[in-house]
C-alpha cells in the first residue's frame, strides 16, 4: 500500500478546515492525512521541519497573506508544493501566486474531490520535475565548473608548454648566436695573429741574419743595434701572446674576481715605474693620487693588468714627448682610476665599438696591435663590479676613467 500524502493546510478559518477535510475525505482511495494551522509564524515553523508532502496556502491570513508566507517558505530552502487558496479566480492573483512560486491556485467555494485530488497530484508531480531538473542543472553547473577548470588548467600547461617551447627557443638562438660570434671570433684571431706575429718575427729573423755578418769590434754598435731590435720584437710577441691568452682564459670563464686589501697609490706607482721602459722618448706618466685614504679592496692582480694594458695604449696612440696623466682616488665611496692622454685620439664614429675584441679604430691602421687591449680592460673591470667611461677627440687626446664602489670595509 502507497504512503498516504501528508497535506497541510494554512487557514486562520476553522470553518474552511472543516470543509477542505470534508473534500479530502470525499477523494477516492482517502490516501491522504491532513494537517491544519491557523498561525502564520507556526506554519513556517512546520514547513521548515519538512515533514508534509504538500502545502495548502488561504490568502488571507489575518494581517499577513499567503503570497508573503509562500514567498518566505520558499527563500528558506523548501522545495515541497504549494497550492494557493484564494476567494476569487482572477489573471492577476494567478500570476503574482506563480510570481511567488506556489504551483497552483485553487478558488474556495467551487473546490471539488476531483480537482483537489488533481492539483494536489499535478503539484506534486511538478515539484518533482522541479527538483530533478534543479538537480541536473546543479550537476550540469558543477560540471561545467569541472570543465571549466580543466579548461584553464590545459590552457596553463599549454602556456607553460609555450612559454618552455619559446624560452629553449631563445636559448638555441641564443647558442647559435654564441657560435656565430666564436666562429667570427676565431677567424679574426687567425687574421690578427698571423698579421700581428709576421712584423715581430720577420725583425727577429733579418736582425738575426745581420748580427751573423757582424765579426769585428767596430760591429759592435751596429750588433747592438740588431740585439735592441731583437729585444723589442721579442717584448712585441710577448704581449700579444698575453693578450691573446688573456682573452682565452676569459672566454673559458677562468678569470674570477679576488679582492684583497692592498695600497693603491703604492701599487700604481710601481706600475708607473715598471712602465718606463716602453715608453716613447721623453714620454713621462705624471701620477697623482686624491683623497686621504690609501687602501682599498680590490682583485690587486687584475687591477695591475688594467693600469699596463691603460698605460701601455696612451703611450702607443701618443707621440715622443707627449705627456701621460695616471691618476687614481678614493673619495664619496668610489674607488677612481684615470688615464689621459693628448695622443692622436679615436674618431667618434669608432668609439661605439671600441671595447668590442679585435676592433681597431680607422685612424691606427699603421700603428701595431691586436685590437683586444681595451676589450680585455672592459671585462676585467666587468668582472671587478666596475664601470669603464670613454672620453676621446680626434687629434686631442683619450681619457679613461675605471670607476669601483667602495663597498668593502677596510
Known amino acids: 500500500?502507497?504512503?498516504?500524502?501528508?497535506?497541510?493546510?494554512?487557514?486562520?478559518?476553522?470553518d474552511d478546515f472543516i470543509i477542505t477535510r470534508d473534500i479530502i475525505n470525499d477523494i477516492p482511495g482517502r490516501n491522504y492525512l491532513l494537517d491544519w494551522t491557523a498561525s502564520f509564524s507556526d506554519a513556517l515553523r512546520m514547513i521548515d521541519e519538512r515533514k508534509h508532502d504538500v502545502y495548502l496556502v488561504d490568502f488571507r491570513?489575518?494581517?499577513?497573506?499567503?503570497l508573503e508566507l509562500i514567498e518566505q517558505a520558499i527563500e528558506a530552502g523548501s522545495t515541497a508544493p504549494f497550492i494557493l487558496l484564494t476567494g476569487q479566480s482572477d489573471r492577476e492573483t494567478d500570476e503574482k501566486a506563480m510570481r511567488v512560486?506556489?504551483?497552483?491556485?485553487?478558488?474556495?467555494?467551487?473546490?471539488?474531490?476531483?480537482?483537489?485530488?488533481?492539483?494536489?497530484?499535478?503539484?506534486?508531480?511538478?515539484?518533482?520535475?522541479?527538483?530533478?531538473?534543479?538537480?541536473?542543472?546543479?550537476?550540469?553547473?558543477?560540471?561545467?565548473?569541472?570543465?571549466?577548470?580543466?579548461?584553464?588548467e590545459a590552457i596553463r600547461k599549454l602556456e607553460r608548454t609555450n612559454k618552455s617551447l619559446l624560452e629553449a627557443e631563445q636559448e638555441v638562438r641564443k647558442a647559435l648566436q654564441k657560435e656565430k660570434e666564436l666562429n667570427e671570433l676565431k677567424s679574426r684571431f687567425v687574421t690578427t695573429a698571423s698579421h700581428e706575429f709576421r712584423t715581430p718575427l720577420s725583425t727577429v729573423l733579418s736582425s738575426a741574419s745581420l748580427i751573423s755578418r757582424y765579426h769585428s769590434a767596430e760591429d759592435d754598435e751596429k750588433r747592438q743595434k740588431h740585439v735592441e731590435r731583437i729585444k723589442s720584437a721579442v717584448n712585441n710577441l710577448t704581449l700579444i701572446l698575453n693578450d691573446f691568452l688573456s682573452i682565452s682564459?676569459?672566454?673559458?670563464?677562468?678569470?674570477?674576481?679576488?679582492?684583497?686589501?692592498?695600497?693603491?697609490?703604492?701599487l700604481a706607482t710601481e706600475v708607473k715605474d715598471e712602465m718606463q721602459g716602453y715608453l716613447k722618448a721623453r714620454q713621462k706618466i705624471d701620477f697623482q693620487h686624491s683623497g686621504k685614504e690609501t687602501v682599498?679592496?680590490?682583485?690587486?692582480?687584475?687591477?695591475?693588468?688594467?693600469f699596463l694594458n691603460?698605460?701601455?695604449?696612451?703611450?702607443?696612440?701618443?707621440g715622443e714627448g707627449e705627456p701621460i696623466y695616471f691618476c687614481t682616488a678614493i673619495e664619496a665611496g668610489e674607488i677612481r682610476i684615470k688615464v689621459e692622454d693628448k695622443g692622436i685620439g679615436i674618431p667618434e664614429e669608432d668609439q661605439a665599438h671600441l671595447f668590442s675584441p679585435f676592433f681597431r679604430a680607422g685612424n691606427v691602421s699603421d700603428i701595431q696591435g691586436t685590437g683586444l687591449g681595451l676589450n680585455i680592460v672592459k671585462r676585467y673591470i666587468d668582472i671587478m663590479g666596475g664601470t669603464l667611461e670613454l672620453k676621446s677627440r680626434l687629434g686631442?687626446?683619450?681619457?679613461?676613467?675605471?670607476?669601483?664602489?667602495?663597498?668593502?670595509?677596510?
Do not use: C, W
Not at 500500500?1 to 476553522?14: F, Q
Not at 491570513?61 to 499567503?66: E, F, M, P, T, Y
Open 296 to 306: 682599498v679592496v680590490l682583485d690587486k692582480q687584475l687591477l695591475r693588468n688594467i
Open 61 to 66: 491570513l489575518g494581517a499577513q497573506d499567503g
Open 101 to 152: 512560486g506556489a504551483l497552483d491556485y485553487l478558488v474556495k467555494g467551487t473546490i471539488n474531490p476531483y480537482e483537489l485530488e488533481r492539483s494536489i497530484r499535478y503539484s506534486i508531480e511538478h515539484a518533482k520535475s522541479l527538483a530533478q531538473i534543479q538537480k541536473l542543472n546543479t550537476e550540469l553547473e558543477e560540471r561545467v565548473e569541472q570543465r571549466t577548470h580543466e579548461l584553464a
Open 1 to 14: 500500500m502507497p504512503d498516504k500524502i501528508k497535506i497541510l493546510l494554512i487557514d486562520d478559518d476553522e
Open 249 to 266: 682564459r676569459i672566454e673559458e670563464g677562468k678569470i674570477y674576481n679576488v679582492p684583497v686589501s692592498f695600497d693603491l697609490p703604492a
Open 396 to 410: 686631442e687626446g683619450t681619457r679613461l676613467t675605471a670607476t669601483f664602489p667602495k663597498t668593502a670595509e677596510i
Open 310 to 318: 691603460l698605460l701601455s695604449n696612451a703611450s702607443k696612440y701618443s
